[in-house]
């Protein structure tokens, strides 16, 4: 096994793109290190991606954050402006493993892991997420929801790489949320996960919405039936019912010893629900703070 320690992403896509035999990214390394710990792979070339300083910054871009995909979890549950725009997504990444585990562990490994369980992808989606991939082809920006397509399987090219993860600024009166049922407190894998991402008027109507789900099909999903049930509305119960129907409508789960089908197609319902009314705090708390601090009412 070769290891390298690119400085630059272009290095880093061109050692990909020329390796002929199996090659892995190592970023954080909590799934990398496990496997070949485990004998799961033997891969002929290993690339750390630590020392490009693209990988490793958390960087303010149109009223956004630019993360760098291979910053840690712990370190952007730490970054006070990250957390405030964007709760859910963090919600999301401060639940990958331990705090032992956090400290090392990337979202961006998360996403490209392709688990249709990983916990910061539904907030990613819901959030409009938007992903920077460098390649022997040069660069381009795909959202986050079109980089997983099944268990273990991305859209990702020989020699492509994923640099960083765009959050957009979030609204005046925005807000998000992200919620998981886990069969024990901590440490396990999702049954069910969901995103949920919404923006109000100055009425505190619902005008944009994006409902990300975990765990209950191949990949995460986008469900635009239920953003489509909040739009329009305050959030009021028939909404909120309309908008778990729609979830669970969605959901091609499959059963094993951690759900049944007709248990996970219940659950995304009303953790969609929970999802939003967090989500309806949070946006109304935001509009009451930019009024709070001068802003506009």
């Keep these: 096994m070769r290891y390298e320690s690119p400085k630059t992403i272009e290095a880093a896509s061109a050692l990909l793109a020329d390796e002929a035999g199996l090659a892995r990214v190592l970023a954080g390394g909590t799934d990398l290190l496990v496997q070949l710990r485990s004998g799961m792979v033997e891969p002929d070339l ?26 840690s979890s712990a370190e952007m549950n730490e970054h006070v402006g990250l957390c405030a725009m964007w709760p859910g997504v963090m919600e999301g990444a401060d639940l990958i493993g331990s705090t032992q585990v956090q400290g090392r562990a990337t979202m961006v490994g998360n996403l490209c892991n392709c688990g249709p369980a990983a916990d910061s992808v539904p907030g990613m989606v819901a959030a409009n997420a938007v992903a920077t991939i460098v ?75 994006r409902v990300g789900l975990g765990a209950v099909a191949i990949k995460v999903l986008l469900v635009e039936d239920a953003a489509k049930a909040l739009i329009g509305s305050k959030l009021d119960e028939d909404a909120l019912a309309k908008m778990a129907a729609a979830t669970s409508a969605a959901c091609k789960p499959i059963n094993d010893k951690r759900g049944t089908i007709e248990f996970r197609t219940k659950v995304a319902g009303v953790l969609a629900v929970r999802a939003a009314k967090i989500a309806l705090e949070r946006a109304n708390a935001r509009a009451s703070k930019k009024t709070s601090n001068g802003g506009e009412k």
């Design 46 to 71: 290993v690339v750390d991606v630590k020392n490009i300083p693209t990988m490793t910054s958390i960087v303010e871009e149109n009223g956004g954050y630019r993360i760098g995909a291979a910053v």
């Design 135 to 209: 390649g022997p082809n040069g660069r381009r920006e795909v959202p986050v929801i079109e980089i997983p397509v099944a268990p273990g399987k991305s859209t990702l090219a020989k020699g492509e790489i994923v640099e960083s993860v765009l959050l957009p600024a979030q609204a005046k009166r925005g807000g998000d949320s992200y919620l998981r049922f886990i069969p024990r407190t901590e440490m396990d894998i999702a049954v069910v996960g969901v995103g949920v991402n919404i923006e109000l008027d100055d009425n505190g109507v619902c005008t944009h919405a």
